[in-house]
T-cell receptor, first 114, second 112 residues
């Protein structure tokens, strides 16, 4: 596709379950970003990738959160043992290069933890 | 990392110019100023960015003060479709400790 895609668009899960969120960036974009947005709030930066490497993971909220990117393309954000406070919209973006480039955002995954 | 301060909300009449201010008084010399907007229930959309000089594109103009401590996004002829939350952020390129810090943004309401 022409834009960034994310799946699933909506995910409802029970507290304590693990979830995987997927992001397909624009083809050829080397940089990929994950954000979280709680209702009515601004974006919270989580992690970025340059190629398959994530130089700084300090933005991840806890050790229950992890992310990987393989083949310089698809990225997966995994949340283990989900908690109700993890409920939010998770947004993915990509850019041609890291830094100094506009980011193209996907539609997001709305995660609801019951 | 530079942080930004924006008014919580603003109104503008349709057809008028919307001027959205942003303070970034701790910005460093190599940090860009970016503007994005987010229409309800959609992902953010890039508008414009700049370093030192004023910039203009088909969507908006960006005016950056000489000391770079503040900027203004100008939508020259606002339409109802410009109603959105507008985010001003600063970005440090090519920094291994890179983080983007997004504030709560300005909710711009365009009124008929």
């Amino acid at each position: 596709g022409a834009g960034v895609s994310q799946s699933p668009s909506n995910k409802v899960t029970e507290k304590g379950k693990d979830v995987e969120l997927r992001c397909d960036p624009i083809s050829g974009h080397t940089a990929l970003y994950w954000y979280r947005q709680s209702l009515g709030q601004g974006l919270e930066f989580l992690i970025y990738f340059q190629g398959n490497s994530a130089p700084d993971k300090s933005g991840l909220p806890s050790d229950r959160f992890s992310a990987e990117r393989t083949g310089g393309s698809v990225s997966t954000l995994t949340i283990q043992r989900t908690q109700q406070e993890d409920s939010a919209v998770y947004l993915c973006a990509s850019s041609l290069l890291f830094g100094g480039n506009e980011q193209f955002f996907g539609p997001g995954t709305r995660l609801t933890v019951l | 990392d530079a942080k930004t301060t924006q008014p919580t909300s603003m109104d503008c009449a349709e057809g008028r110019a919307a001027n959205l201010p942003c303070n970034h008084s701790t910005i460093s010399g190599n940090e860009y100023v970016y503007w994005y907007r987010q229409i309800h229930s959609q992902g953010p959309q890039y508008i414009i960015h700049g370093l030192k000089n004023n910039e203009t594109n088909e969507m908006a103009s960006l005016i950056i003060t000489e000391d770079r401590k503040s900027s203004t996004l100008i939508l020259p002829h606002a339409t109802l479709r410009d109603t959105a939350v507008y985010y001003c952020i600063v970005e440090r390129p090519m920094d291994s400790n890179y983080q983007l810090i997004w504030g709560a943004g300005t909710k711009l309401i365009i009124k008929p």
